[in-house]
């Protein structure tokens, strides 16, 4: 074994998977284009600081795992990479454009057209119905409401929770919910999306059902994830990943 | 495999305590008892057999031979190699198996102890481990049961020495203290 | 189980709820505050509405102690008499209570906030009056005053308010033919009473001005309130009993009204400290005077924690029924219709007997119409979460923000229908009384004849020695573009029945308002005679011998006299008596009075001030009468008024308080808010979500104040037998009123609605 550097510069390759084929075993083009890429971020919240230089890159259609230890300031990366917090000093690039200079209308366009979201819990309206709330990002785009609701129930049924369209979030289990909350992230087609701890609040049989359909998913449609967790078993569903540590990340990038 | 560290690495050990200084077999086997032997001393058979096996390998040197009898007088120096090879078995992760610890707990020693740096080394381990982890969650997603649980016992294993080198990197300052004194 | 045992754990666990209303974190605090703030406001208006009759009191008090009116005994002058004369004016429809004043001897009495009289050429004016004759417009008012100077301020306790125009002028000149003579102050005859249809007024005021409050008050207590239901129903499933939750719930509602009723004591005392600055039309009242009862004040006290514990007891029914669901925020209850209906039903049962109250009465009515009135407005509070229900079940569909909020309301629309009923209860409320008031305004209502047509303005001037010179002052003031004066005195016919007649001396044209003339020149005397029915002038015959008063002249009336027929003048009198042309006039009739009918330019809002300028400039008790084709009683006109400033006021703060409600509401849902502008949901669409959210049970809470409206206005009008029918501007006023205070609170909450939204906001966990 050659070329590794003690300062762990081969940390963030996870692509050496044996055969040297890309980790999902389906090539997606090379070279892949660095579709997010945060330079250097700070943010204090108050007195606290929560990124104290924090870089990385996201390339289209991969499943980049986040890692750290509770408060590290791994959901404010993530936070900073969507468009939702605004970093102190550094620069996120979307395909090129500053996010730190757009303003908050063409973020919210940003996060509604080019993003999708799953959170740990809470995140659908519970007045809504399953298929509702999965159909809202679309209409939030304008797309009609039969035509949304026709996609919405597509996707409900491609992660296997066709049955709970007509039900309340309230009256659905934890992973149905999380599920649903997957479709809702993908059902806009977005190029990125964004999971903060998608499994926190699942068992491992659930959390490992809600990862297995939700990067099988996002490879079908080409979609990158970043995917914060603190869990190695829900990392071990990326392509790489980046450690985030007081409010740094650890690894560098491979070297190009 | 036994909980104590793998025959192969004790020459390794050695040479990482060498680094620092010369020493003799017999305050070799005492300074590895000390940190790494716990309840399990070396026999001084194996320290000398594993020292001698280092010396024809050239990886360590006879410094010098003190008066009086036996070979139990000569005092052991780290060559060149020999700090080569030890250096590229800290940088170089172990091959993720259960009951690793004791190596990993080793090396991070060893690394504090060298001055190398042993995030470096957790991070190169963690990476190591995922890596293993991507293949048997892929393995066990696209096998049948029996496959799907023997890969999940894997996973487990693995996750709790993950969990564990996370907890270590986390206590790295107080490790680094705790082997300086 | 032993009494002291029990009572303790009873303590126990109300003294648990109590402080379960202020514990868990900076979340609990603050629906704490919350709570209390919008308690408080409640209490604050009862706080208010008990402070009236003690603010009315008050002012009656000072009044009479002032009064210088009314009959007294002939007295002669002596050292402790004063001459007064009433000279009261208006500035800019603003009453302005005047008095010419000379003491008589040293011992003359001196009005209550007068340190001494004024002497010649001084004038005493109320703070208000100063600060007016300070201000820009001073030099419109300063003419009234008679030129004297300011020398010093009427003190409160002479005032009926702080923002009352008082003055008193001292005159050196001032006799008793034109003054009353008095040795004291006050005293006087009691106020009218109220007529029995007033006081079904008065009655049913006061409900629609205190019902919505309490309907907010029990709002107020259950904000939050799916979070305790929660947490209640969590204790329920760790084997709390019944009685237990039951217990806590009443421990934790009774800690929130008191802290409300601590709030609404402060804000009350903080609030008085403003009245004197605030003048609704003349009314205006001292901090001082507003003192509630003391047996009002502590009906509050207690009425309010009960209140809200009788509102958190039955709110609870869900959480002891199916605990489970609560916690898990299962489906939304059935609504049951049937003791919905039975409130306003034994309302209407009640109101519906009553007939004829106009003419006798027994006392218990005033009961009766009150307990009705409270029924059937309650029926509003108690069917309304059911028709939001039944209204929004049908929703569907819609763009995003409709479809947020209708889903909102299906689950959930009880929270909403709360807030908007005190609203509902308030607009229902005064849709019928305006209808009743519309309906009795005829009986308070008298036609004064008056002819704004012709002249907006009458002044009359006794006595002057020069009436062409005044009525000249007058027609040239600016602004009048018309006059008609005469001047005037009457004559003492012939023969035996010694009849009076009006002489009245002006041009043909200036006659013309008075009488039929036909054909017209100087010289010309006239006869003008009442309408056939009347009785008719006699003794003011042709070649008649009269005598003219003032002067005592005999004057022989000319052959060539006309009977003429009269007609009403602009002011709304007819003039029988002598109508003469300057040339027949006598050169020696003296003390003639002066009268003149102005019109005015529409365009100029001083004009009218100017002419009493004028008039005042000539001689200061000149009457300056605006004419008016209406005039109203003026209880009625009190309690009409008393009505516009309640409902202002009611729903002024039931706005304030309601927007606290929608604060609250968005604070329980800031996460899920937070969420959605994260995933890019533009703010627009949540805030016309949040705009449908109170819209919505906004729409049908005004569709059923309008019908209880409508129904409470036409059996309050069957009550005092008076015609039913519907007035709509009263009915779109109303809804106007209350659509409005909706959208001023949601427009308020957007700010914060915007905060919130942030998608920072995300953090916060």
Redo the contacts between chains.
């Keep these: 074994?050659t070329g590794?550097?003690?300062?762990?510069g081969?940390?963030?390759?996870?692509r050496?998977?044996?055969g040297g084929a890309p980790?999902d075993?389906h090539d997606r083009g090379s070279p892949a284009e660095e579709l997010l890429v945060a330079e250097e971020l700070h943010r204090a919240?108050g007195p606290t600081p929560a990124l104290a230089g924090a870089s990385l890159t996201v390339r289209a259609g991969e499943v980049l795992?986040v890692?750290g230890?509770s408060g590290s300031g791994k959901?404010?990366l993530l936070?900073c990479l969507?468009g939702?917090?605004r970093p102190d000093s550094g620069r996120v690039t979307y395909r090129g454009a500053d996010l730190t200079a757009m303003s908050d209308?063409e973020?919210?366009?940003?996060?509604?057209?080019q993003?999708?979201?799953v959170?740990q819990f809470?995140?659908l309206?519970?007045?809504?119905t399953c298929l509702?709330n999965v159909a809202?990002?679309l209409?939030?785009e304008r797309v009609g409401?039969r035509e949304a609701e026709r996609r919405a129930a597509e996707w409900l049924g491609r992660l296997e929770v066709g049955d709970v369209a007509g039900k309340?979030p309230?009256?659905v289990s934890g992973g149905q919910g999380q599920r649903v909350a997957v479709a809702r992230a993908l059902v806009t087609a977005p190029r990125v999306v964004f999971a903060d701890e998608p499994t926190g609040a699942l068992d491992s049989l659930h959390g490992e059902r809600v990862m297995?359909l939700l990067t099988g998913a996002a490879r079908d449609t080409g979609a990158a994830v970043v995917l914060v967790t603190h869990?190695?078993?829900v990392?071990?569903?990326?392509?790489r990943?980046v450690?985030v540590?007081d409010g740094r990340t650890?690894?560098l990038e491979p070297a190009a | 495999m036994v909980c104590i560290v793998a025959a192969m690495s004790i020459g390794q050990t050695f040479l990482g305590l060498l680094e620092s200084t010369p020493r003799h077999g017999y305050d070799l086997k005492r300074a590895y008892d000390e940190r790494f032997g716990q309840a399990r001393p070396l026999h001084f058979g194996q320290v000398y057999a594993t020292l001698s096996r280092l010396l024809r390998n050239g990886l360590v040197e006879v410094d010098s031979v003190e008066a009086g009898e036996g070979p139990d007088r000569k005092r052991y120096a780290i060559t060149e190699a020999g700090v080569t090879d030890v250096?590229?078995w800290?940088?170089?992760p172990e091959k993720p198996e259960p009951y690793l610890h004791s190596v990993l707990y080793t090396k991070v020693v060893l690394a504090l102890l060298t001055g190398?740096?042993a995030?470096?080394?957790l991070?190169?381990q963690?990476?190591e481990?995922?890596?293993l982890?991507?293949?048997?969650?892929?393995r066990r997603?696209s096998g049948d049961l029996a496959e799907r649980l023997i890969c999940d016992h894997a996973?487990?294993h693995?996750?709790a020495d993950?969990?564990w080198l996370?907890l270590t990197?986390?206590r790295l300052d107080e490790l680094a203290e705790a082997v300086r004194r | 189980m032993t009494g002291p045992r029990k009572r303790g754990r009873v303590l126990a666990d109300l003294w648990m709820g109590a402080r379960m209303a202020v514990t868990g974190g900076r979340d609990g605090w603050t629906r704490a505050a919350l709570t209390a703030l919008g308690v408080g406001i409640g209490v604050a208006m009862l706080l208010l509405a008990a402070a009236v009759p003690g603010a009315l009191d008050a002012r009656a008090v000072r009044n009479e102690a002032r009064n210088d009116t009314g009959w007294r005994p002939e007295r002669v002058a002596a050292a402790n008499t004063v001459l007064v004369t009433t000279v009261d004016t208006e500035f800019r429809d603003r009453p302005m209570r005047g008095r010419i004043v000379r003491a008589e001897g040293p011992a003359a009495p001196v009005p209550p906030g007068l340190a001494r009289l004024p002497g010649a050429g001084e004038v005493v004016v109320s703070p208000a009056l100063r600060d007016l004759l300070d201000s820009p417009d001073g030099p419109l008012l300063a003419p009234r005053l008679g030129g004297a100077r300011v020398a010093g301020t009427i003190g409160a306790q002479g005032l009926a308010g702080p923002g009352e125009l008082a003055f008193y002028l001292g005159s050196a000149d001032l006799t008793d033919e034109w003054a009353v003579r008095r040795d004291q102050f006050g005293g006087g005859e009691p106020g009218e009473e109220f007529s029995p249809v007033l006081m079904v007024l008065v009655v049913v005021v006061v409900v629609v001005l205190l019902l919505p409050i309490v309907v907010f008050v029990g709002a107020a207590v259950r904000f939050g309130g799916d979070r305790r239901d929660r947490r209640l129903a969590a204790l329920r499933l760790l084997g709390a009993d019944t009685a237990m939750v039951r217990r806590i719930a009443a421990g934790e509602a009774a800690a929130g009204a008191v802290f409300g009723l601590a709030v609404g004591g402060v804000l009350f005392a903080a609030g008085r400290q403003l009245a004197p600055l605030v003048t609704l039309r003349d009314i205006s009242v001292y901090a001082a005077d507003l003192r509630p009862a003391p047996a009002l004040v502590a009906a509050v006290a207690v009425a309010v924690p009960v209140l809200a514990v009788l509102v958190a007891l039955v709110a609870l029914r869900r959480v002891v029924v199916e605990p489970l669901g609560v916690s898990?925020?299962?489906?939304a209850v059935r609504r049951r219709l049937w003791w919905r209906l039975l409130l306003p039903a034994a309302g209407l049962a009640l109101l519906y007997p009553l007939t004829g109250v106009g003419k006798g009465r027994a006392d218990t009515a005033d009961y009766q119409v009150a307990a009705g009135a409270v029924l059937l407005l309650v029926g509003t509070v108690t069917l309304l979460p059911w028709l939001v229900d039944l209204a929004v079940r049908r929703l569907h569909?819609g763009?995003?923000p409709w479809?947020?909020a209708v889903?909102?309301l299906?689950?959930?629309s009880a929270t909403s229908a709360r807030l908007v009923s005190g609203v509902a209860v308030a607009v229902a409320g005064s849709i019928g009384l305006q209808m009743l008031v519309a309906g009795v305004e005829a009986r308070f209502t008298t036609r004064t004849g008056q002819d704004t047509s012709r002249a907006q303005v009458f002044v009359n001037f006794d006595e002057l020695p020069d009436p062409g010179a005044a009525l000249a002052r007058l027609a040239a003031a600016p602004g009048v573009t018309r006059s008609a004066g005469t001047s005037g005195t009457f004559a003492l016919g012939s023969g035996a029945a010694n009849r009076t007649a009006d002489v009245r001396i002006g041009d043909c044209a200036t006659l013309a308002e008075y009488a039929r003339l036909g054909p017209c020149a100087d010289g010309d005397v006239f006869l003008a005679q009442p309408p056939a029915g009347e009785q008719q002038l006699t003794g003011f015959g042709p070649g008649d011998r009269v005598t003219v008063s003032g002067s005592e002249t005999a004057w022989t009336l000319p052959r060539r006299l006309r009977t003429v027929p009269a007609i009403p003048d602009p002011a709304g009198w007819i003039g029988a008596g002598l109508l003469v042309t300057p040339g027949a006039a006598d050169a020696a009739w003296t003390g003639l009075r002066a009268q003149a009918l102005l019109s005015l330019d529409p365009d100029d809002p001083d004009a009218l001030e100017r002419v009493r300028n004028a008039a005042a400039e000539v001689d200061l008790r000149a009457q300056v009468l605006a004419l008016d084709e209406e005039r109203q009683a003026t209880q009625f006109v009190n309690v009409k008024r008393g009505l516009v400033v309640g409902v202002a006021v009611t729903l002024l703060l039931l706005g304030a308080s309601m927007l606290v409600g929608v604060l609250e509401q968005l604070r329980e849902r800031r996460?899920?808010l937070a969420?959605?502008?994260?995933?890019?949901?533009?703010?627009r669409?949540l805030g016309l979500s949040v705009l449908w959210q109170a819209a919505v049970p906004v729409l049908v809470g005004l569709g059923l104040a309008v019908a209880f409206g409508l129904g409470l206005g036409a059996v309050l009008l069957r009550m005092v037998g008076a015609p039913v029918s519907v007035s709509w501007p009263v009915v779109g006023l109303g809804v106007a009123l209350g659509g409005g205070v909706v959208l001023l609170v949601t427009g308020a909450s957007l700010p914060a609605l915007w905060r919130l939204t942030r998608?920072?906001g995300?953090?916060t966990e």
């Design positions: 074994m590794i550097h003690a300062d762990g081969a940390a963030a390759t996870g050496r998977a044996d980790a075993g919240f795992a890692l230890p959901s404010t936070h969507a939702i917090v209308r973020l919210s366009a940003l996060r509604r057209g993003f999708g979201f959170f809470g995140q309206v519970p007045e809504l509702e809202l990002p209409r939030l409401r309340r309230g009256e297995r869990e190695a078993r990392a071990a569903y990326s392509d990943e450690v540590r650890r690894s | 250096r590229r800290l940088s170089q190398r740096s995030a470096d080394l991070d190169t963690r990476a481990h995922l890596r982890m991507r293949e048997l969650t892929r997603d996973l487990f693995l996750e993950l969990r996370e990197a986390a | 898990r925020q299962g489906a569909g763009p995003v479809q947020l889903r909102r299906q689950l959930d996460r899920l969420m959605l502008a994260a995933v890019g949901t533009p703010r669409t998608p920072a995300l953090r």
